[in-house]
């Protein structure tokens, strides 16, 4: 097992003492990530849907090359998830368990070996708890407390309307976090809680693009070929794109296409909404 380690204040992460109740000692099992990667926060129900291991899955694992630590609480549920998402992709995970990091401690018993992995694979475990003091219910939140105010950003994945979940969102929103949410089913209770804080102004997200770009991120968008870009197009969108060579009026582009009015101007319509085309100064053009 790798050697726990007692930081010193200047190895904290500087993150950590700017909140309101910085932590006055913290250990760590394993390696400290690099001082100049974005920490997400990933946190959720233990009792997950096929939904949320799904999307909890889907979302990390397009994160893949990016200078990412993905942080969560070794709990079980959607935290277990998260830890082995990231470790699938490559990237570093941080795990911060409600206990000390020592295996005589360690909580929960069955993510020992989880927490090895992680370690392993280039990872750490963090906390302010002395490695053999085991886990009590009010350590969970003193924990949540520094997954919120480690990270630039919380991403919520299922949270019923009364959740130690939302506790973490709430820190979040304290310490001047992101808190981003990933939208659930109206009709599932485990989505109480993160269709609220979206209503409550957390910024909803589904993909892995919509997570980058949350996180300060530029994606640059693979460039189509004209093949690619029009390869469900009909045979009257093609007719109407060769009559683009250059930007026409719209009663030009209906006399020379030949169609009627009502029709040309719902296929204008419908290519507008596909990004094939664009209308602005009297004048429509191909895109």
Not at 27 to 33: C, N, V
Not at 163 to 168: E, N, R, V
């Amino acid at each position: 097992m790798e050697d726990i380690v007692k930081l010193t204040i200047e190895e904290f992460p500087k993150a950590l003492l700017e909140i309101p109740q910085p932590p006055t000692q913290l250990f760590i099992r394993g390696k400290m990530p690099p001082s100049d990667y974005v920490y997400l926060s990933v946190v959720g129900s233990r009792n997950f849907t096929t939904y949320g291991r799904e999307i909890c899955e889907k979302l990390i694992l397009g994160l893949k090359g990016y200078p990412i630590v993905v942080v969560s609480g070794l709990a079980l549920g959607i935290d277990t998830i998260a830890h082995r998402a990231a470790l699938k992709a490559g990237l570093i995970t941080m795990s911060m368990p409600g206990s000390g990091l020592d295996n005589s401690a360690l909580y929960p018993r069955s993510n020992i070996k989880l927490a090895q992995e992680i370690v392993d694979a280039g990872g750490c475990l963090v906390s302010e708890f002395r490695p053999d003091e085991k886990s009590h219910i009010y350590f969970f939140p003193q924990r949540n407390r520094l997954m919120a105010g480690i990270s630039k950003a919380v991403l919520i994945i299922e949270a019923q309307d009364k959740s130690g979940t939302l506790i973490t969102a709430r820190m979040a929103v304290d310490y001047n976090r992101d808190v981003l949410v990933v939208p659930g089913s109206v009709f599932s209770d485990n989505s109480k809680g993160t269709n609220n804080l979206i209503r409550q102004g957390a910024t909803p997200v589904s993909t892995s693009t919509e997570l980058l770009d949350a996180l300060g991120f530029q994606i640059e968008k693979p460039k189509q070929t004209d093949a690619e870009k029009y390869a469900d197009c009909g045979k009257d969108e093609m007719k109407i794109l060769n009559l683009l060579n250059e930007p026409k009026e719209r009663d030009v582009l209906t006399r020379e296409s030949g169609m009627d009015v009502v029709k040309i101007n719902s296929l204008l319509s419908i290519m507008e909404i596909k990004d094939l085309i664009k209308e602005e100064y009297g004048e429509i053009r191909k895109i």
